[in-house]
């Protein structure tokens, strides 16, 4: 043993570095997503005919690339236009996000910031009525997060997009009703992204629309997405249906305005897996030159769960096992986590006519998103099947994070103590915590103990790091192998704080 860890020290002497991002180590993984298209693309025809859908048209987006595009049925029945994943679909809600990102481009550059009252850009909100007179003002976080305390209004909101900046002010000029006060609770609110939507027009002197355009359409390419439906090439455009009466009902389209911000804009799955591609490339954190419309920070800003809003304890995944769900809204951006720690950051998009979805899983650096051309189309529905499929047949696993150097550095000196813990104080590599917790003659019947049960080891494995300060390594030993786990402190260096060793069979 000796020799081996006299060996293995000389090779795993690493220099005084920290952080190292998380990357994928297999390098087969999207071969194997490919692999499962033909299934899922089964999935969709399947769930588009079973629910009627006119047209759809879907995206499978991996580390940042469109890799599979497929349309279905038509974006145009009457003419019969195939739909495709050039068609251009009304996404609806899927446009809060591009409003939040605009505001935190604002608020990057100094225009604004999160907490000030919106009053200071609208002055006619100084003119609301809170439920009781020790609320607190409606701030652009608020706003943001499904906070200011409105009620839920999606049938009366999808309803609004075309009305005027004039109407959408005359609302608090004539007092908002509130369900909640400001900060006490999540309810959806399509009003407060209309707001959010006129204060980045107070604050750019463009507006909401041409700001958007300027500073996230055009900069990543986005040549093909709209805000106004007459702007869209005739055979472009998809058009929206209700079933109505075991028919398709075509529904009117509604005009661009002061609603636009909270879901008027019109893309194509070619277009808006670029938009996609900004919220993946925000992870992982890294030194790389910042290169989107917005800094990473800022996109991960966006998809962090700022309000928790419920757990959905008998959640299921789509094959039917028992999967409890905490959910939560983040800045324009809906955000879950499953029972198997998979995290989920997208946004639903329904309106008279239309129904869309998109889904990335920043952990395993794949994203999936679909339109259809029928009234509220549960979109969201069969892209969780799609996913939960994908993973599933292609086995592929999240990216892996390195252990940062000064990890490894712990790691080689706790080895060369274990396990006869022989004058641990000396090294000074433990912090001054430890001695105090921890006392090196039980410390020492504890390893022995351990190392008596492993037998001779035979390989010290690399540390896998839970963080860029915490971690464990095992020790294969004979008989079992031997699981050291440890934390670093905060201070420069980090020093050991905490120490368990345990045997695993």
Known sequence: MKKYLILFLLISTTTFAQYKPATFTDPDRLRKIEATFPVIDSIYKKYALANNFPGMAYGIVVDGKLVHSVGLGYSHLEEKTPATPKSAFRIASMTKSLTAMAILKLRDAGKLKLDDPAYLYIPEMKNNKYLTKDATPVTIRHLLTHAAGYPEDNPWGDRQLAVSDDELLAIYKNGVSFSTNPGQGYEYSNLGFATLGYIIKKVSGKTYEQYITDTILKPLGMTHTYWEYTNVPKEQLALGYRWLDGKWVLQPMLHDGAYGAMGGLITTIEDFSKYMAVHMDAWPARDDVETGPVKRSSVREMQYPWDINYLTANAKTPNGRHCPTVSAYAYGLRWAKDCDNRVYVGHTGGLPGFGSQWNIMPDYGVGIVSFANLTYANAGAVNNMVLDTLLTLSGVKPRTLLASN??????????????????????????????????????????????????????????????????????????????????????????????HITFVK
Do not use: C, H, S
């Open 406 to 499: 000064i990890l490894t550095r712990r790691r080689n000196e706790l080895v060369k103590l274990l396990p006869n813990w022989d004058n641990p104080q000396a090294t000074g590599i433990f912090a001054d915590n430890f001695f105090m917790d921890y006392f090196p003659d039980k410390l020492k019947v504890e390893a022995t103990e351990v190392f008596n049960r492993a037998g001779n080891i035979t390989g010290i494995g690399e540390v896998v790091a839970e963080n860029n300060l915490r971690g464990y390594f095992m020790m294969k030993g004979e008989r079992g192998n031997i699981k050291v786990r440890f934390t670093l402190t905060p201070e420069n260096p980090a020093l050991i704080q905490e120490y």
